[in-house]
Every structure is written in C-alpha cells, then in structure tokens.
C-alpha cells in the first residue's frame, strides 16, 4: 500500500484546513488509516483514526471537536478536516495505513501499528 498526501498549506489561526491521503496499491487490505502529526522538535503523536469497517473514528482527546477524520472507500482517500486552527497545530502531518492480516491486539493510536507512510505535508499556523 502507498500513500500521498496533500493539502498542506500556510493558513492564519482561527483558519479550517482539509489534509487528503490517497492510498494506492492493495487497497482492499486495509483495515485502519490514521494521522499523525509531528511538530518541530518533538515526537511524532497521534491526531486520528479510522476503520474501513466504518466503526467510529479515533481521536486524540485534546483534538476531539476540532479535527474531524473521514473516507471515502471508493476512492481509497481519507480526510482530515482541521478547524479553528491554533500555532500549536503547525507539524507535518502525515497518514499511515494498518494493511496486516497478522492477529494482534491493537492500538491505533501508536504508530508501531500502522505498516505503510505517507511522505508528509506542511501544514504551518501562523498567529
């Protein structure tokens, strides 16, 4: 599986941004896409999660009402919807995909789980 992601941008504070991830690939083996975001000088952390299922979503708690994830199967992309952004926001976000068939107990919200990257977009917050 591989992704490419886009939508990244310079925006002001207080602004929306809609981050793409496309998959491609073996697509059909996907079980959970996420984000995750890494700010400069610190770890990469979790943002959010979803199941190809459709089970609900997963959400970083202090990011529940500002990011919103979806999908949209047919076209094997996944959205992150970002509102009321703040400085603190600005990191590359990048999206990963869950594609093992291996049984495990797991956690979405460790990047260990997930097998396939995408490269990474720029999303910068000015104040």
């Known amino acids: 599986v591989q992704l490419q992601a886009s939508g990244g941008g310079l925006v002001q504070a207080g602004d929306s941004l809609r981050l793409s991830c496309a998959a491609s690939?073996?697509?059909?083996?996907?079980?959970?896409m996420g984000w995750f975001r890494q700010a400069p000088g610190k770890e990469r952390e979790f943002v959010a999660a979803i199941y190809w299922s459709g089970a609900p979503p997963l959400y970083a708690e202090p990011l529940k009402g500002r990011f919103t994830i979806s999908r949209d199967n047919a076209k094997n992309t996944v959205f992150l919807q970002m509102g009321s952004l703040e400085p603190e926001d600005t990191a590359v976000y990048y999206c990963?995909?869950?594609?093992?068939?291996?049984?495990?107990?797991?956690?979405?919200?460790?990047?260990?789980?997930?097998?396939?990257w995408g490269q990474g977009t720029l999303v910068t917050v000015s104040s």
């Open positions: 690939g073996r697509t059909s083996s996907i079980n959970v």
């Open positions: 990963a995909a869950d594609h093992s068939t291996a049984s495990r107990i797991i956690n979405y919200r460790f990047s260990q789980e997930y097998q396939s």
